[in-house]
């Protein structure tokens, strides 16, 4: 079952203030360009990286940009309809986690060999809603993170058809969109670990650790 907020007690406890909009769009555009320079690092290993230094530094930007956006439109958005920062799941084991994934698709959809196109359409739109039912479950967060990868791809056809790329076709807007779905469902959990009060973070953790322990038991 979807999760649609966090739990009521979890405003009641909070305490101190959350680090101010400025502080986490700056770590978040620096996660952004960490992300971007696996990514980057690991198409330089199978060749693929482009000799142009401008693409290069145009797809950090990129990256550091979306993570800021993300990041803190996703906080927004929960205040908007719960009154509260959604925080199940919202841990930072939880985003490394989701970071690794975010890497596996992309690693998926440019390297891992498959069958047919099917198999590895199917395989990435599991990963990528798998994903956003690991770390988020909340109807904001699907929606959101719906929007945001269509803006993503949108954008990605109006490139290609003004010449920049005329490779890939169909299927090259389904990887991007299950790309561009998984990093707005990362950054968008770190973006609401960092605006989460330290007493809503402190009780989140606890909640969780109690509900692990229980599972296991």
Same mark, same amino acid.
């Given at each position: 079952?979807?999760?649609?907020?966090?739990?009521?007690?979890? &405003?009641?406890?909070?305490?101190?203030?959350?680090?101010?909009?400025?502080?986490?769009?700056?770590? *978040?555009?620096?996660?952004?360009?960490?992300?971007?320079?696996?990514?980057?690092?690991?198409?330089?290993?199978?060749?693929?990286?482009?000799?142009?230094?401008?693409?290069?530094?145009?797809?950090?930007?990129?990256?550091?940009?979306?993570?800021? *956006?993300?990041?803190?439109?996703?906080? *927004?958005?929960?205040?908007?309809?719960?009154?509260?920062?959604?925080?199940? =799941?919202?841990?930072?084991?939880?985003?490394?986690?989701?970071?690794?994934?975010?890497?596996?698709?992309?690693?998926?959809?440019? =390297?891992?060999?498959? /069958?047919?196109?099917?198999?590895?359409?199917?395989?990435?739109?599991?990963?990528?809603?798998?994903?956003?039912?690991?770390?988020?479950? &909340?109807?904001?967060?699907?929606?959101?993170?719906? *929007?945001? &990868?269509?803006?993503?791809?949108? +954008?990605?056809?109006? =490139?290609?058809?003004?010449?920049? /790329?005329?490779?890939?076709?169909?299927?090259?807007?389904?990887?991007?969109?299950?790309?561009?779905?998984?990093?707005?469902?990362?950054?968008? &959990? +770190?973006?609401?670990?960092?605006?989460?009060?330290?007493?809503?973070?402190?009780?989140?953790?606890?909640?969780?650790?109690?509900?692990? =322990?229980?599972?296991?038991?």
């Amino acid at each position: 079952m979807a999760v649609d907020a966090a739990s009521p007690d979890a &405003s009641d406890i909070a305490g101190d203030a959350a680090p101010s909009a400025t502080r986490r769009a700056l770590f *978040l555009s620096a996660f952004g360009l960490m992300v971007a320079g696996i990514l980057v690092l690991l198409q330089a290993q199978r060749g693929e990286v482009e000799q142009d230094v401008i693409a290069i530094m145009a797809t950090f930007l990129v990256w550091a940009c979306a993570a800021a *956006l993300i990041g803190i439109l996703y906080p *927004l958005a929960d205040n908007w309809m719960y009154g509260r920062v959604h925080d199940f =799941k919202q841990d930072w084991s939880n985003a490394i986690r989701s970071v690794a994934i975010l890497v596996g698709i992309h690693q998926a959809s440019t =390297k891992i060999p498959f /069958s047919n196109y099917y198999e590895l359409i199917g395989t990435l739109i599991f990963l990528a809603v798998g994903l956003w039912w690991m770390s988020d479950r &909340s109807r904001c967060g699907f929606f959101l993170a719906l *929007l945001l &990868s269509l803006l993503g791809v949108t +954008i990605s056809m109006v =490139k290609h058809s003004a010449g920049y /790329s005329t490779s890939g076709g169909g299927f090259l807007y389904i990887s991007e969109w299950c790309i561009c779905y998984s990093a707005s469902i990362t950054f968008g &959990s +770190i973006g609401r670990i960092l605006a989460m009060p330290p007493g809503q973070r402190a009780a989140a953790a606890s909640r969780q650790y109690i509900s692990d =322990k229980l599972h296991v038991e």
